[in-house]
């Protein structure tokens, strides 16, 4: 119960930040992430912009996958864990969009994604054989799931044809990556067809960027 209550606390931060930005645009436009002003020395967007949205439709889904992983990830490592890996993942998915923007001073990007996505894989590595319920119907093992989206994340990346923010997603996913397997380095004997799996999306982005394909 005590748990259920840290993590509804914080699906309301996330809602009252975001109704907040929904109805005052001075205060959206000031805690957004926004190149040009973390470059200058803004840095608390780095945090801030992970608790505003875009709309209520990506607040909902944001806060409904969150609500839907978290219990996952908490039953397991427990509440302070999980939030260790929620900020981390959030920060390492703003510092991952950081560097692939840097010069793009009036790249602009809001949601708890970068987080979320972080919870998601750290419970896709410690129960790579639950089901994830893609549009709510079709059952699709979290392993699969986990690699096909970091390959869609990618391509995202490159593609650069929509407003997802994709690298966020994937800096997302590292944190949550590398923090649950350093949390649990058994899993790397345990799961490792999971763990290389799951890597190798991350070590191709990487190779990709050193050979600036990306």
Known sequence: MENNLFLLALIGANVLFSWKGFEDESFFRKYEFHIGSIKSGEQIR????????????????NMIALYSFAQVVISYFGTLTFFLIYFASLIVGNLLTL????????????????????????????FPDMNIYLFFAIPIKSYIFG????????????????????????????????????????????????????????????????????
């Not at 780095?46 to 889904?61: E, K, P, R, V, Y």
């Not at 790249?107 to 419970?123: H, L, P």
Request: hydrophobic share 50%; no cysteine; aromatic share 16%.
């Open 46 to 61: 780095m945090i801030t912009s992970g608790f505003l949205h875009g709309d209520i439709a990506h607040l909902a889904f």
């Open 99 to 126: 560097y692939f923007h840097k010069n793009e001073y009036n790249y602009r990007a809001v949601g708890a994604s970068g987080a979320v996505t972080g919870i998601i894989y750290a419970a896709i590595l410690l």
């Open 147 to 214: 690699f096909l989206y970091l390959m869609y994340s990618i391509y995202g990346m490159k593609a650069k044809n929509d407003n997802i923010g994709h690298t966020a997603h994937f800096g997302g996913a590292i944190a949550g990556y590398v923090f649950t397997i350093a949390k649990v380095p058994e899993l790397v004997s345990q799961s490792s067809f999971i763990v290389i799996l799951l890597g190798i999306p991350i070590i191709l982005l990487f190779i990709m960027a050193y050979r600036e394909k990306i």
